[in-house]
């Protein structure tokens, strides 16, 4: 167990001449020092955050470094008790991008989810007076993946597919490539904004995109560049990976599923690069959503 994750109760903040000594210890070159003053900091709580924040702007560049990764620790803490709580609260029917942002932040505990999300509108706006309803559903995929794999350049990631950052959507968005989950949940993101019959298919070892009208059902392969194919495809592909084909595999993922393989997948990742706490905390939510 690390120091800082003991049980404790919280000490006075530190007075200016205090903080004066923590701030030159904090940078000491030698890592013990520097971890025994980490923890002291930590032992103040969250509320230290707001003297510390300022020491991010520092011309120090270890100061810089070493305040940051403080905030961050407070910052991931908070983040992984809210998505927690998210797991716990929510249905079968959650919002899965909520989802996605809460769980990005246990890792990335400052992105700028409002900015993210604009980003996945703008795709959507992009596409509004492109596609309609009444078009056939080749014409609609056709129009998407001519955005989102040609102009946008998104692409799965095939040579470093199990990078954890191709499980996490800010990520994804910032590198155009991810893994067939998360390509699939910018496709989704940008299917819900435009009401398209678009839903997410988790086939053993792979996740589609599905349009489905009263009269046909199509399949979208995101991580593939938005490659089209048919219920045969689809069973011919279990029957490669030594599946039996069950009509249960074709059946709409709910977004808590969705964001349950999510965490899934990064247990596993983490459990691969032997991340060990990363890999608890993945199993923790884990929990939660199978709740």
């Given amino acids: 167990m690390r120091i800082d994750d003991v049980a404790h109760p919280l000490l006075p903040l530190p007075s200016g001449r205090e903080r004066a000594a923590l701030l030159k210890l904090l940078v000491d070159e030698d890592g013990a020092v520097y971890q025994t003053i980490r923890a002291r900091i930590l032992s103040y709580g969250p509320e230290v955050g707001e003297w510390l924040r300022e020491h991010r702007l520092s011309d120090d560049p270890r100061l ?15 983040a992984d008790s809210r998505f927690l709580g998210f797991c716990l609260r929510h249905g079968e029917n959650l919002d899965l991008e909520e989802g996605c942002w809460l769980l990005a932040r246990t ?17 959507a706006e992009t596409l509004r007076e492109k596609v309609s309803l009444s078009d056939e559903p080749q014409a609609v995929i056709a129009t998407i993946n ?9 692409v799965g990631d095939e040579k470093n597919y199990y990078d954890p950052e191709n499980s ?25 904004r435009l009401r398209l019959p678009i839903a997410g298919i988790g086939l053993p070892g792979h996740f589609l995109c599905r349009y489905q009208t009263p ?11 938005g490659r089209v194919l048919t219920k045969v495809d689809c069973v011919k592909y279990l029957q490669q990976i030594g599946y ?5 595999f ?9 964001l349950l393989r999510m965490c899934s997948n990064l247990q596993q990742v983490y459990t691969r690069l032997n991340e060990k706490e990363l890999a608890t ?9 199978t709740k």
């Fill in 64 to 78: 810089r470094g070493r305040v940051t990764e403080i905030l961050d620790h407070f910052g991931r803490r908070a």
């Fill in 107 to 123: 890792r990335y505990p400052e992105i700028n989810v409002v900015a993210y999300s604009a980003l996945i509108d703008e795709f």
């Fill in 146 to 154: 001519e955005l989102l794999f040609g102009r946008l350049g998104f």
């Fill in 168 to 192: 996490y959507l800010n990520r994804v968005l910032d590198r155009r490539t991810g893994n067939p989950l998360l390509m699939c949940t910018i496709y989704l993101g940008v299917a819900r």
């Fill in 215 to 225: 009269v046909r059902e199509l399949y979208i392969d995101a991580f593939g560049g």
């Fill in 244 to 248: 039996e084909f069950h009509e249960a």
């Fill in 250 to 258: 074709l059946v709409p993922a709910s977004p808590r599923r969705m």
């Fill in 281 to 289: 905390a993945m199993q923790g939510y884990i929990v939660a959503l």
